[in-house]
């Protein structure tokens, strides 16, 4: 279109405009980049893990107020302390599993 518009402006019925273009070569970075993963690969996964075990806990934190489960343990006898013992190792073996998944995905995607 530019090629038209100056042989129409100049006269010129034998001008050709030509464009060359040499870019610079890749870098080393750049091909790091392109061949692993960025950071918002990182973040994505980060968050999926740790947002999945946040509700777990909250969800059983929910769960007990529904049903009252912790009011029924304690009426049949049961130590408050046994029963905290027991919900802060379920959530800590929770939070293992989905620490071990986030560095699974971490060697997984060789991040």
Known sequence: MYEAIIKQAGDDDEYEFKVKSSPFPV?????QRKSGTDAGTIMFISATCYSMLLTTIIG???NERVTRLKHIQIISGMKLSAYWLANFTVDIVKME???IFNLLMFYVNDI
């Not at 870098?27 to 091909?31: D, G, K, S, V, Y």
Request: charged share 0%; aromatic share 0%; net charge neutral.
């Open 60 to 62: 059983n934190i929910v």
């Open 27 to 31: 870098t080393n970075t750049l091909l």
């Open 97 to 99: 599993i989905t620490v």
